[in-house]
């Protein structure tokens, strides 16, 4: 065991010496970053949206009616039941009317869109604006988010303003996932892949 002491001894003096060389440093000459919770959310906001709108531009009109199904498997393969699900449209139309309608829960207002007609309209003219305004509604709401204010209790029971926020990000995060396979079963790349190296190249022989 003693032969450990000296190295033990070392890095504790590593330690302590980096420790007084910070307390040295002016407080002045620190870096300071300040962010509001809004602000913080915000740029997460921003990071989903770009990804999001990425899909809903690329896939061409005629294919938001598109759903995936066991027709589309062949061979071996297992045949998943795709039974009812949603089209593309149909994604895209839930994701804008559940927007509007965190977008309300977070600002503690109410929807500023009838949410019924938003989650039905499947067309991609409509179903596209739709998640424009409704990623505006987002971006409106989390800029009310305060200090003070961002874990008041929401309208949701059991949740706050900025909880909600976060369940919303986990929600478009989900949604997003599953249209990324809608492209790819059309013969598309993400945009979001697009140019990146392949995670899973194939091997030479």
């Known amino acids: 065991m003693k032969r450990f002491v000296p190295v033990a001894v070392l890095c504790c003096s590593v330690v302590f010496a980096a420790a007084a060389g910070a307390q040295a440093v002016p407080a002045a000459a620190l870096p300071v970053v300040h962010s509001s919770p809004a602000a913080s959310l915000d740029a997460v906001q921003t990071l ?3 990804e999001w709108m990425g899909l809903a531009d690329a896939m ?3 294919k938001y009616a598109f759903a995936p199904s066991a027709e589309d498997f062949k061979g071996e393969l297992l045949k998943p039941d795709y039974t009812g699900v949603r ?3 149909q994604e895209v139309a839930h994701v804008a009317a559940a927007n509007f309608s965190f977008a309300a829960a977070i600002s503690a207002s109410k929807p500023t869109v009838d949410l019924k007609a938003v989650s039905t ?3 991609k003219p409509t179903a ?3 998640l424009v305004d409704s990623f505006a509604a987002l971006h409106a709401a989390i800029a009310t988010l ?3 204010n961002a874990w008041d209790e929401a309208k949701t029971p059991g949740t706050t303003r900025a909880g909600t926020v976060a ?3 986990g929600h478009m995060r989900d949604h997003y996932g599953q249209l990324v396979e809608y492209l790819r079963m059309n013969g598309m790349t993400p945009p979001a892949s697009t140019g990146r190296p392949l ?3 194939t091997k030479k022989s």
């Open 121 to 123: 309209a499947f067309d």
């Open 87 to 89: 089209t593309f449209g």
């Open 60 to 62: 061409p009109a005629d």
């Open 167 to 169: 369940y919303n990000f």
């Open 199 to 201: 995670a899973n190249p």
């Open 128 to 130: 596209h604006k739709n």
């Open 146 to 148: 305060t200090p003070e």
């Open 48 to 50: 989903i949206e770009k």
